[in-house]
C-alpha cells in the first residue's frame, strides 16, 4: 500500500521559517518524483516544487526564491524549506508522487497523493 504523509505544519510567524516532511512508504525515491502543491483559502492549488527520481529539482515560476526542495533517500523522505514565510503563504501543502520524472508536474498526472498539512502564517 502506498502512502505519503507530510508532517511539520503549523503556526508560522511572518518572515519565520518552515520545514515540512513528506515520508514515503511502499514506493521509493529511486523510482519516483516527488512534488509540492499548495493550496490557499479560496483559490486552486498550485504546484511549488519537485525532485525527479535521479535528484533533479524544479521549482515554479517565483517559488524558486523562497523555497527549497530536497530529500533524503535513506528515510525516503522529501522536505520542503523556507526561511521567509508570508501571510500569503498561508495554504494547505500536499505531496504527491509520480514515476521517475516531473515534467509539467504542476498541471497534474500525480499518481499518490499525501492528505496534506495546513500552515498557517499569522503574527
Known amino acids: 500500500q502506498v502512502q505519503l504523509v507530510e508532517s511539520g505544519g503549523g503556526l508560522v510567524q511572518p518572515g519565520g521559517s518552515l520545514r515540512l516532511s513528506c515520508a514515503l512508504s511502499?514506493?521509493?525515491?529511486?523510482?519516483?518524483?516527488v512534488a509540492w502543491f499548495r493550496q490557499a483559502p479560496g483559490k486552486e492549488r498550485e504546484g511549488v516544487s519537485c525532485v525527479a527520481n535521479d535528484g533533479t529539482t524544479y521549482y515554479e515560476g517565483s517559488m524558486k526564491a523562497q523555497f527549497t526542495i530536497s530529500r533524503e533517500s535513506a528515510k525516503n523522505t522529501v522536505y520542503l524549506q523556507s526561511s521567509s514565510m508570508k501571510p500569503e503563504d498561508t495554504a494547505v501543502y500536499y505531496c504527491?508522487?509520480?514515476?521517475?520524472?516531473?515534467?509539467?508536474?504542476?498541471?497534474?498526472?500525480?499518481?499518490?497523493w499525501g492528505k496534506g498539512t495546513l500552515v498557517t502564517v499569522s503574527s
Open positions: 504527491a508522487a509520480r514515476p521517475f520524472e516531473c515534467s509539467g508536474y504542476a498541471l497534474g498526472g500525480m499518481d499518490y
Open positions: 511502499g514506493i521509493t525515491l529511486t523510482h519516483y518524483a
